[in-house]
T-cell receptor, first 115, second 113 residues
Framework: DTGVSQNPRHKITKRGQNVTFRCDPI?????LYWYRQTLGQGPEFLTY????????KSRLLSDRFSAERPKGSFSTLEIQRTEQGDSAMYLC?????????????FGEGSWLTVV | AQKVTQAQTEISVVEKEDVTLDCVYE???????LFWYKQPPSGELVFLIR??????QNEISGRYSWNFQKSTSSFNFTITASQVVDSAVYFC??????????FGKGTSLLVTP
């Protein structure tokens, strides 16, 4: 399978614990995005990377959230001191950075439940 | 400001009916891109189509068709002869250069046998 891969697919954690999600993009894609989706809502942008550089962060990305893409390939999204409001699906996506627009391809998402 | 409105929260149709999902967008940019994604219960967002702002040609792909009208800022999606497998949440999204992909709240489509 050469699509965007995310793991774990599901995570249940106690409030206050840290969690980390991993994303492996489509291999030739240099842009990688993180989105969050809650029930009944569309995905909301969190952050994106071009190669290893984090170029934009949404105001939704609080200080407890950190994302990395150390070698411009896979990425991790860590949430520290989780809160119940962090319960959501975290979607990773990737694309090529080309002029004239690009199509963004999404993974299956990582569901987080904070209890 | 960029905004995508999908006024239909839920639609229920019987198999073989045609159904149109509405999408209205707002942007001040002259260059922008519109997308439709399908999200089945498994959660993955499946890309369906991308349309550039300078290309108002409608598109048909099998049972799917898209009607892009800049005059009304709409990018509607029609499924002809719907099937049970079409049941999913469908998202319309907008992107301008330099901005992130901005989604509507989605329309949940249920196709019953």
């Amino acid at each position: 399978d050469t699509g965007v891969s995310q793991n774990p697919r599901h995570k249940i954690t106690k409030r206050g614990q840290n969690v980390t999600f991993r994303c492996d993009p489509i291999s030739e894609h240099n842009r990688l995005y993180w989105y969050r989706q809650t029930l009944g809502q569309g995905p909301e942008f969190l952050t994106y990377f071009q190669n290893e550089a984090q170029l934009e962060k949404s105001r939704l990305l609080s200080d407890r959230f950190s994302a990395e893409r150390p070698k411009g390939s896979f990425s991790t999204l860590e949430i520290q001191r989780t809160e119940q409001g962090d319960s959501a699906m975290y979607l990773c996506a990737s694309s090529l950075a080309i002029s004239g627009g690009n199509t963004i391809y999404f993974g299956e998402g990582s569901w987080l439940t904070v209890v | 400001a960029q905004k995508v409105t999908q006024a239909q929260t839920e639609i229920s149709v019987v198999e073989k009916e045609d159904v149109t999902l509405d999408c209205v967008y707002e942007t001040r940019d002259t260059t922008y891109y519109l997308f439709w994604y399908k999200q089945p219960p498994s959660g993955e967002l499946v890309f369906l189509i991308r349309r550039n702002s300078f290309d108002e040609q409608n598109e048909i792909s099998g049972r799917y068709s898209w009607n892009f009208q800049k005059s009304t800022s709409s990018f509607n999606f029609t499924i002809t002869a719907s099937q049970v497998v079409d049941s999913a949440v469908y998202f319309c999204a907008l992107r301008s250069p330099g901005y992130a992909l901005n989604f509507g709240k989605g329309t949940s489509l249920l196709v019953t046998p």
